[in-house]
């Protein structure tokens, strides 16, 4: 079974940082890396942190599953109206790339270097900028201890 056609419940597997340009239109070149996992259609919403997560459609129905399972009060309500009111499906032109909604760049500060980190089942994208500012992993050690404390261990 190739990577596209994979079943819900089987986990995409988006890993390393790439920094890409976008245009005047608002349209950026997809990483080759990721294309192949990411499929014919995708989604991109609003991420956490000031970035934009993109969601090939398996992880995202898992997601959205994951949502519909939240209780019916209102920090639940918010949650899904977060994520899901921006959404939007993308897919890659014959350039390899995709076009991102003028809502969705605004809010990821999207103007020219955009940075796409994979994480596990989704991908970030990160305005240079933001990704920069946000993410300095100074102090690691800290960070290792908190990873011991959740059972990770290296």
């Known amino acids: 079974m190739s ?3 994979a079943k819900v419940g089987e986990s995409a597997m988006f890993m390393g940082e790439y920094n890409h340009s976008i245009d005047t239109k608002g349209r950026i070149i997809v990483p080759a890396k990721f294309r192949e996992e990411l499929g014919e259609s995708f989604v991109v919403t609003l991420g956490l942190d000031g ?3 993109l969601y090939p459609q398996t992880e995202w129905e898992l997601f959205v599953e994951q949502l519909r399972q939240l ?8 949650l899904q109206r977060y994520f899901l009111a921006g ?4 897919e ?11 809502k969705l760049r605004d809010y990821a500060q999207l103007e020219k270097e955009v ?8 991908i970030e994208i990160w305005s240079k900028e933001q990704w920069d500012a946000n993410n300095d992993f100074g102090d690691v050690e800290a960070m290792a201890e908190n990873m011991s404390a959740l059972g990770i261990s290296f």
């Not at 209780?71 to 918010?78: E, I, K, M, V, Y």
């Not at 890659?92 to 003028?102: E, F, H, M, Y």
Request: glycine share 10%; with cysteine; net charge positive.
């Open 3 to 5: 990577k596209r056609e």
């Open 51 to 53: 970035c934009l997560f």
């Open 71 to 78: 209780p019916g009060n209102r920090d639940a309500r918010q």
């Open 87 to 90: 959404a939007s499906t993308c």
């Open 92 to 102: 890659v032109d014959k350039q390899g790339r995709i076009l991102i909604p003028t």
């Open 115 to 122: 940075v796409f980190v994979g994480v596990l089942g989704k």
